[in-house]
């Protein structure tokens, strides 16, 4: 790429060249004049030159020689010569026709004339032409060895007593059918036991054996049922709740669970107890007062606003008076996380200092961008205005600190 260059056209009627020798501008105007040139000129020219040369493409702009021994059409460009380069080492290093002539004295290594001759050596050396006897036949039976292999394998269907039961023991073939039987029941176990799942009345009976279970469960479970394993009586739990009261209202038979036992308590593997469409239902700005989630369930929950009392908060009350606001009442228990200010045109602004989850209500006719009634994480340096009025109205703004 082509760098930029300051051009006449870019001096044109800027600087003190040209001009009156008495000006007659004021000095504002004349300090203006003066700095024309290097700010509105250099600098911006200076600052693209920068941004060029920082640029991963800057290389195919900039200048080089390029050195002998690379192709006579290589561009003369910094990037060109890297390119170049690269090349010619990459081919290099893919030659396999020894390009440096480099001989086997040199790096000293037989010839293959030498190495065949050695190999040669070798064999006759330790009589690999002629097996000895004492290799082939150690007890000198001198027999043929191929026809005393056909006749062991022919005696092979014949196993000695002495072998296989030695001593009136297992011997050697029932402990390899043992093990073998061991080793496939351990891989056909993945460490979870299948358990039978039936109720009777309000007991849930859960029968198998195992750290480790799941099973089908045939009934639902309701707000109150108990549970045993195998007969006895074992607490329960999905997550951290009590089982029955966290599993209550959902469709459960037919499904599968996987629990751990401990000898005493049954633990679900569970979340919370409760279901997507449950969870939405308390999602907090579903939540409003008065409003009762899960009706007649044991999720019962009814939804409520933090009080005042409740919370540590802050609150201001302004009053019209005088053609300004003016903060008669300023109530702030976390100022670390909130300050305010008034500015010259009446209006009031509330700046975040640090960041906390809290809820913001605007009551009244204030004007304000701060959302009205909504739980949400205020970030800090975050800004609100509350704008003045006209005529004589009051209003308060308070925001709860939630965490």
């Known amino acids: 790429m082509a760098f930029e260059r300051i051009t006449d056209g870019d001096l044109l009627g800027k600087g003190n060249l040209g001009r009156p020798d008495t000006p007659g501008v004021d000095t504002a105007e004349m300090q203006r004049i003066l700095d024309e040139l290097p700010r509105d000129v250099i600098v911006p020219a200076f600052n693209r030159l920068s941004e060029q040369l920082e640029a991963q493409s800057a ?34 290093a893919a030659r396999i026709d020894n390009p440096h002539a480099v001989t086997a004295a040199q790096a000293g290594a037989y010839t293959k004339e030498e190495t065949d001759a050695a190999i040669a050596q ?112 074992a607490e329960a739990y999905l997550g951290t709740e009590e089982a029955a009261r966290a599993m209550a209202g959902s469709p459960w038979n037919g499904r599968w669970v996987s629990f751990v036992f401990d000898g005493e308590t049954l633990n679900f593997k569970g979340g919370d107890g409760l279901t997507a469409a449950d969870k939405a239902k308390l999602i907090p700005e579903n939540i409003r007062a008065g ?75 204030v004007s304000t961008n701060i959302p009205a009634n909504q739980i949400r994480t205020f970030e800090a340096g975050e800004s609100y205005v509350m704008s003045q009025y006209t005529s004589q109205r009051g209003g308060t703004l308070a925001i709860w600190k939630l965490d």
């Open 59 to 92: 290389a195919a702009g900039l200048g080089a020689a390029v050195p002998a021994g690379l192709p006579e059409d290589t561009p003369a460009t910094v990037q060109g010569t890297l390119e170049a380069a690269l090349n010619k080492s990459g081919a290099h």
């Open 291 to 365: 409003v009762t989630l899960f009706d007649g369930t044991a999720k019962e929950v009814t939804g409520q606003l933090h009080s005042i009392e409740q919370e540590p908060q802050f609150a201001i009350t302004m009053y019209y008076a005088s053609q300004c606001w003016t903060p008669s009442q300023y109530k702030n228990t976390i100022t670390e996380y909130v300050t305010y200010s008034v500015a010259a045109d009446n209006n009031i602004t509330i700046r975040i200092v640090k960041a906390f989850k809290g809820m913001a209500v605007v009551f009244n006719n």
């Open 122 to 233: 070798r064999v006759v050396e330790i009589g690999a032409g002629d097996m000895a006897q004492a290799v082939y036949d150690p007890t000198g039976q001198k027999k043929d060895v191929f026809a005393a292999i056909g006749q062991a394998v022919a005696g092979a269907g014949h196993m000695e007593k002495s072998v296989y039961a030695a001593k009136g023991e297992a011997g050697a073939v029932d402990r390899a059918l043992t093990a073998d039987a061991a080793l496939t029941a351990a891989a056909a176990d993945d460490g979870v036991k299948v358990y039978t799942h039936s109720k009777s009345g309000a007991v849930h009976e859960f029968t198998g054996k195992g750290a480790n279970g799941r099973a089908l469960l045939t009934a639902d479970v309701e707000a109150g049922d108990t549970f045993t394993v195998n007969g006895e009586p």
